[in-house]
């Protein structure tokens, strides 16, 4: 062995000692001896012969134990693993399997320390395909898997003799599956985010059994309770003893002790012991593990740049010297992975001088993360114009929310949806038998349907004390700095989860016509993108000359959202006037762009490609049935690999790391997904149009093509965090519109302009969208 080998083999030797397992794993399954005699019965040394690396396309077999102690040995080429090969980590994991490129990919089996192991299919590093994990605990789940976890059809035998089989969906049981006790009971049925929801059976081992509707693993709402001598109880079903009610019903052969069961019963005994057991924390994922990719270079030369496909430097300039990279999926600021003790030591200096990684591209055009704006909006304060009718809103919100009302069922009648279910109540500043007294003026309020929209902040799961704390407490709420084009303001929270919007009584009287349709349609469709509404009041100033009334409407902010958003786009499919009027230096991450502003394609994993188009589909239809129009898709984007001066780092684009992580190094990693993906309690939040992993690809508009709505592709790809959902459907195609579009049409191509039939607005907004919407594939 050369001298050099020695001093690499006894760096990687005194690495393993560090942990105990991974030193066993490594003697007991590679056959690695810290003896070097051994090493000169081998008929040659991989890490040291320079003449193993032939042409860049060549495909070979080596061993190679990397400076920072890891061990590979298998094919390789173009100095990545590539073909069958092994890895073992200094910290114990280790694959076994097929390799694309230094990428898991295709079949294989990855351990951890714990015990624990995957064996099945991967892709681009993640656990993806069919497979089988076995817990460190002795749970196993057989099944399919996609981006680590586990979605579709499998069965997860538990370790305490528990078992389940059916769908799943973001690592949750969702959809129909069944559960079985290691006592004998099961269930059979709907199941959504890890609990019992839905339709669903339940039977005991001593013959009892349940059939009816579930929520959080208990009978909620109507269902049937029988006994094995055909004793049936009828009835609604509640934890509430107060909305229990139901009608028993005993057979000829039935004994009498049936008369003296409680329902409650059921939850309070027959239930108790029956838990879903817990899904297992995965201590790390595959998909975060870096690999030290072994360079080495021949002799003084300099071996030239190697382009991607998408014309990107993916390879950089050879030093005559060996050295270690981190290659995908590394944050470098693991300590057992960083290279900044590493014995090569290229400065930082040296990387953008040479540019190694290609990640100095600004004359290229390089996309920079917007620069960081002011909080959106200004804070309603004591003198400010709109005070007092801030706190008209809050007083009438705590009034309306705060009133008792019936709890009842999602099924309402079709008088709570008439349009004259409207109640005013009169705010005197000294108080009345139903109103606090207050410091502003005296005013009216009005809520419209109060019944639809209590039930519609119930079905949406908005907590009605959260919501008063929201809008009613102590924080004052946010005026948007400016008005949107219809004329509305609009008013934030102060923790950012609600907007408020005045509206024209046009818009009030669209909505209240529309408001049984679009109550079935929400509920009908749980991922529905179209705007989700929360409540519709009226402030009367009752003190003024002019007696003022102010609509309001409440809403969702769909980028209320630990991530911040780093572009915002609003789509329509439209490109006459779309396009942002500020200069390029103005644009910050609150400025909404346009369709002409777009320079990407968003490509979805493809279950969720699936389902994006089939509820645009769903949306559109409602919306063109209700004379819906001019409505648009509002996308924000959160960039999860940028560089310290701000730059958009690609995917796939290889990364230095620093000695520290202050030193101004970019940084690429998948460590923000991945994170996500390791806390099962955060899978839920993952929804269409909502936390979404995705993928953007950059587009560039020919230059003699002043209107060209979609780029073409470059193949330069971003990973992202995705924001989306329909906005604005308030709009119908009435008189003024139909005038709009027949004065714009005698100017401008009609196709080019909003304001169309809402059976044309429909079908152009869905040939747009889905071509700027796409199934992202490796």
């Not at 309020?445 to 929201?470: E, G, I």
């Amino acid at each position: 062995m050369s001298k050099e080998s020695s001093t690499v083999f006894k760096a990687w030797e005194a690495t393993v000692r560090k942990t105990q397992a991974a030193r066993k794993r490594a003697n007991s399954i590679f056959g690695l001896s810290v003896d070097h005699d051994h090493d000169h019965d081998s008929d040659h040394d991989h890490s040291s012969d320079d003449s193993d690396y032939g042409p860049e396309d060549m495909i070979y077999n080596a061993d190679k134990i990397l400076p920072n102690g890891d061990y590979y040995t298998g094919q390789w080429c173009e100095n990545f693993p590539h073909g069958q090969g092994k890895y073992l980590w200094t910290d114990g994991c280790m694959y076994v399997g097929e390799w694309f490129k230094g990428k898991t990919m295709g079949k294989g089996r990855f351990s951890w320390p714990s015990g624990a192991t995957y064996e099945g299919e991967f892709k681009s590093g993640y656990m993806d395909g069919n497979g089988t994990y076995t817990g460190a605990n002795g749970d196993t789940y057989k099944g399919q898997w996609v981006m680590n976890l586990k979605h579709g059809h499998g069965t997860k035998n538990y370790s305490n003799g528990d078992w389940y089989e059916g769908e799943w969906r973001r690592g949750l049981q969702e959809g129909h599956g069944k559960y079985q006790w290691i006592n004998g009971n099961h269930y059979i049925g709907e199941w959504k985010n890890g609990e019992i929801y839905g339709k669903g059976t339940f039977v005991w081992s001593n013959g009892n059994r349940y059939d009816g509707n579930w929520e959080e693993c208990v009978p909620k709402g109507n269902g049937n309770f029988k006994w094995p001598d055909g004793s049936l109880y009828v009835g609604n079903w509640s934890k509430d003893p107060s909305e229990q009610n139901g009608t028993y019903y005993p057979s000829q052969s039935s004994s009498d002790a049936n008369l003296e069961w409680n329902p409650q019963d059921v939850y309070n005994i027959d239930l108790k012991d029956c838990t879903i057991c817990p899904g297992e924390k995965v201590s790390i994922l595959p998909s975060q593990k870096k690999l030290a990719v072994w360079r080495s270079a021949k002799g003084n030369g300099v071996k030239p740049r190697r382009m991607s496909v998408d014309g990107r430097v993916s390879v950089g300039l050879e030093r005559p010297m060996d050295r270690l990279q981190m290659w995908d999926g590394g944050t470098g600021d693991d300590p057992a992975c960083n290279v900044g003790d590493r014995a090569s030591t290229v400065g930082r200096d040296q990387l953008n001088d040479h540019d190694l990684l290609g990640l100095n591209v600004e004359e290229r055009g390089q996309i920079k993360v917007p620069r960081a704006g002011r909080r959106q909006g200004e804070t309603i304060s004591r003198g400010h114009k709109n005070y007092e009718l801030m706190l008209n809103l809050q007083l009438g919100i705590r009034h309306s929310v705060g009133r008792p009302g019936p709890s009842g069922s999602l099924d309402l009648k079709p008088s709570a949806f008439d349009p004259r279910e409207k109640y005013w109540t009169r705010f005197p500043p000294e108080g009345s038998k139903y109103t606090p007294p207050h410091q502003s003026c005296e005013f009216k309020w009005k809520d419209y349907c109060p019944l639809v929209f209590r039930t519609l902040r119930k079905l949406f799961k908005v907590d009605a004390a959260d919501y008063m704390l929201s809008i009613c407490g102590n924080d004052a709420l946010r005026e948007l700095s400016s008005p949107g084009k219809s004329g509305s303001f609009f008013y934030l929270t102060n923790d950012d989860r609600y907007m408020i919007k005045t509206m024209k009584k046009a818009e009030v009287k669209v909505l209240i016509r529309m408001l049984s349709a679009y109550y079935n349609h929400v509920r009908a469709y749980e991922n529905t993108l179209v705007a989700k509404f929360y409540g519709l009041h009226c402030v009367k100033l009752t003190g003024q000359p002019i007696q003022k009334k102010v609509r309001f409407i409440i809403m969702g902010n769909l980028f209320c959202s630990e991530y911040s958003i780093h572009r915002r786009f609003d789509l329509k499919g439209s490109s006459l006037g779309r396009t942002t009027d500020k200069a390029e230096t103005e644009i910050d991450e609150m400025t909404i762009l346009k369709d002409l502003d777009l320079n990407f394609i968003f490509r979805l994993q493809k279950s969720w490609f699936q389902e994006f188009c089939r509820q645009i589909d769903r949306d559109c239809e409602f919306l063109e049935q209700e004379r819906i129009m001019d409505y648009s898709l509002l996308v924000g984007l959160h960039f999860r690999n940028t560089s310290a001066a701000g730059n958009l780092i690609p995917s796939g684009a290889l990364t230095p790391t620093g000695e520290n992580e202050s030193d101004g190094t970019p940084k690429l990693s998948r460590a923000d997904m991945d994170q996500l993906l390791l806390d099962p309690s955060r899978w839920a939040s993952i929804k269409l149009g909502l936390n979404m992993p995705a993928r953007v690809e950059k587009t560039e508009r020919k230059s003699d093509c002043e209107f060209q709505l979609v780029g073409d592709p470059t193949g330069e790809y971003y990973e992202v965090i995705m924001f989306f959902g329909i906005i604005d459907i308030l709009q119908d195609y009435d008189i003024s519109k139909k005038l709009e579009h027949a004065y714009k049409s005698i100017q401008y191509d009609p196709t080019s302009i909003s304001a169309v039939d809402p059976k044309q607005y429909s079908r152009r907004f869905r040939d747009f969208i889905y071509r700027v919407f796409a199934e992202d594939t490796p």
